[in-house]
């Protein structure tokens, strides 16, 4: 049983930082596609960033590019989403997801959403 839980949100000034993790169980980490999506109230889901475990390529949205990193710990089987210079815009409940099929993260169809999810966790930016 796939079972992804997020941690690490909270509330910032603009300008700040934060740091997200996703503890990942139940998955051959190694083998799967990882993302990062966001959703405010009002507003369609938007894929955020995405990251194929094996070989560690890299996808962002056009809205983050430059201010957050997605990486991992494969031995922890931990992915992380980095976000610094943090605006108002960027409040959202975040999610994490993930893809037992990997080709997911070697094209754009992973911003539609993967398979699996976490239940999110609440990052809110004052100006």
């Known amino acids: 049983q796939v079972q992804l839980v997020e941690s690490g949100g909270g509330s910032v000034q603009a300008g700040g930082s934060l740091r997200l993790s996703c503890a990942a169980s139940g998955v051959t980490y190694r083998n799967y596609c990882m993302g990062w999506f966001r959703q405010s109230p009002g507003k369609e889901r938007e894929g955020v960033a995405a990251l194929k475990v094996a070989g560690e390529r890299t996808a962002y949205a056009d809205t983050v590019k430059g201010r957050f990193t997605i990486s991992q710990d494969t031995a922890k089987k931990t992915l992380y989403l980095q976000m610094n210079s943090l605006k108002p815009e960027d409040s959202a409940m975040y999610y994490c997801?993930?893809?037992?099929?990997?080709?997911?993260?070697?094209?754009?169809?992973?911003?539609?959403?993967?398979?699996?999810w976490g239940k999110g966790t609440l990052v809110t930016i004052s100006s």
């Open positions: 997801a993930a893809d037992s099929s990997p080709w997911r993260c070697m094209s754009d169809s992973w911003r539609a959403g993967l398979d699996y």
